[in-house]
């Protein structure tokens, strides 16, 4: 993937996502599902929690990403942080 320098650091296309190395194809593209991250104090950041809920293509059906999935109260801390 591209890398982008920028004047005082470097800054890369997946800042907001990650591909696991055990990460699976999608059998209808082929291609595995990123793993998106979240983004809180100006920070793009990795979940910890091992629960992820799928993000379809819907013109595909295709699995094209996996987002967190956060309960309510979690996700209105962080949101009252920014």
């Known amino acids: ?5 920028a004047v005082s650091d470097v800054v890369t296309a997946e800042r ?4 696991p ?3 699976k194809p999608d059998a209808i593209s082929g ?3 990123k793993k998106l991250k979240y ?3 100006g920070v793009w950041r990795e979940s910890k929690t ?3 809920m799928p993000c379809y293509d819907p013109s ?3 699995v094209i990403a996996m987002r967190r999935n956060a ?3 979690r996700s209105k801390k962080l949101f009252m942080q920014l």
């Open 71 to 73: 309960p309510p109260k």
């Open 21 to 23: 190395g055990d990460a």
């Open 60 to 62: 595909t059906g295709a």
């Open 31 to 33: 291609e595995p599902a």
């Open 1 to 5: 993937m591209a890398t982008l320098t």
């Open 16 to 19: 907001y996502f990650s591909i």
């Open 39 to 41: 983004y809180a104090g």
């Open 50 to 52: 091992s629960k992820f």
